[in-house]
Each structure stands twice: as structure tokens, then as C-alpha cells.
């Protein structure tokens, strides 16, 4: 079968079975196909902070697939690759994290107000986030208490990506793992966030200031 014809799953898997000169031309398929996803959310992300220069999207590719090879392609490895394209939602994850992590550093971190002229105020969603990471090892706690329902990786995951990683509602529908509307990934937020609020004692954020 030829590498174009195999599955994205079933190529990861080849290219970290493999060794020698096999490997490297699996690899190097692997890298033609996952570049262009990379690199649009590369763009895309980019774009919350500035105007996404050539020459700094090339960069972040790079940075992107040196975290995914690094230590014996440990990022890679450590994937569930048990479902066909769940690799491309974790990749989505990473490269969207390398460029937060570009972004942070000091030396960048005027680029932030670029694309505007005021800072604005933290909102309440933004006050939740810092509440809720303060607390990440008691919320976990509290959410293994959900362990028994049948789709409770994919809510924590959701609840996660959103606290934690700072995605959209909409970012986290487009994960092929996740299978829901904006509106379905709304829903478990505001559910498992009203719980985890609930037994932790905090007041509902509220959205009037």
C-alpha cells in the first residue's frame, strides 16, 4: 500500500515502529501531511496577538514539531492514537500551545497590544479561569467524582481545554475528538462548571461589571 493510501492513525503508528532509512521516509510524510494543519493554526492563533508574519509562522512550525520529536518523539508517543484523526486534534493542541508559549515569553510580550489601543479589564469568564487554575488539584479531585459516566474523558477534556488552554467553545467543537456543536460544548461547560463551583462554595462569576 502506498504511504498516501494509509491512514493518518496507522501511519503514526509505522513511523514509531520504525528505524533507519524506512523511517525517515515515513516521517517525512507524516510531517507533509500534518504541516499544513500546523500551520493554519499556527496563523489563526497568531492572529489574537498581531499580524502573522511569514517568517515567524515558519518559526512556530518549527518550534511545533521540535517539542513533537523531542525525547524519542515523547509527545507523540504519549498520544492515544486509538481512533482514526484523533491525532489531528492533538495536534491542534500543541501547536496552538507553542505559540502561547511564544507569546508569554518577556521578550514578546509587547507584541500583545498590537491589535489594540487599551487594555481591557479582566471579564468574569477571565476572573473563573484564575480561580479554577488556582484550584486545579482540589477541581480534579472533584471531578473524578464523575468518573462513572460514559462520556466523562471527553467532558473533562472539554472542561480543561477551555480553563486551562484557553480554548473557544467553537475551537473545542472542531477537535475531531470531541463530536459536539458549540452549543453541546457550552452545555458541559456550564454543567461541570456549576458543579465544581457548587462544591467548592464560589458565587456564580457575575457578568455585570
Not at 510531517?31 to 499544513?36: A, C, E, G, I, L
Not at 482514526?84 to 514578546?108: C, M, W
Not at 507584541?111 to 473563573?128: F, K, M, Q, T, Y
Request: proline share 4%; with cysteine; aromatic share 8%.
Amino acid at each position: 500500500m502506498a504511504q498516501e493510501e494509509i491512514s493518518i492513525r496507522d501511519l503514526l503508528h509505522l513511523c514509531l515502529s520504525s528505524d533507519g532509512q524506512d523511517g525517515e521516509v515515513q516521517w517525512r510524510e507524516f510531517v507533509r501531511r500534518t504541516q499544513p494543519l500546523i500551520a493554519s493554526v499556527i496563523i489563526n492563533t497568531v492572529r489574537r496577538w498581531k499580524t502573522p508574519a511569514p517568517s515567524l509562522v515558519d518559526d512556530l512550525i518549527q518550534d511545533t514539531y521540535v517539542k513533537l520529536f523531542a525525547n524519542d518523539k515523547k509527545a507523540l508517543r504519549a498520544t492515544k492514537n486509538e481512533h482514526e484523526n484523533t491525532i489531528f486534534g492533538y495536534l491542534k493542541v500543541i501547536a496552538s500551545n507553542v505559540v502561547r508559549d511564544h507569546f508569554r515569553q518577556p521578550v514578546n510580550k509587547a507584541d500583545e497590544i498590537e491589535l489594540s489601543d487599551a487594555v481591557l479589564p479582566p471579564g468574569p469568564r477571565d476572573r473563573e479561569r484564575l480561580e479554577f487554575l488556582h484550584k486545579k488539584e482540589e477541581i480534579k479531585g472533584i471531578l473524578d467524582t464523575l468518573s462513572s459516566s460514559d462520556t466523562y474523558d471527553r467532558d473533562v477534556a472539554i472542561f480543561w481545554f477551555f480553563y486551562e488552554q484557553g480554548y473557544t467553545a467553537k475551537e473545542i467543537s472542531l477537535l475531531p475528538a470531541v463530536g459536539l456543536t458549540i452549543k453541546g460544548v457550552e452545555a458541559v461547560l456550564f454543567r461541570l462548571a456549576r458543579y465544581v463551583r457548587e462544591k467548592l462554595g464560589l458565587d456564580e462569576p457575575k457578568t455585570g461589571d
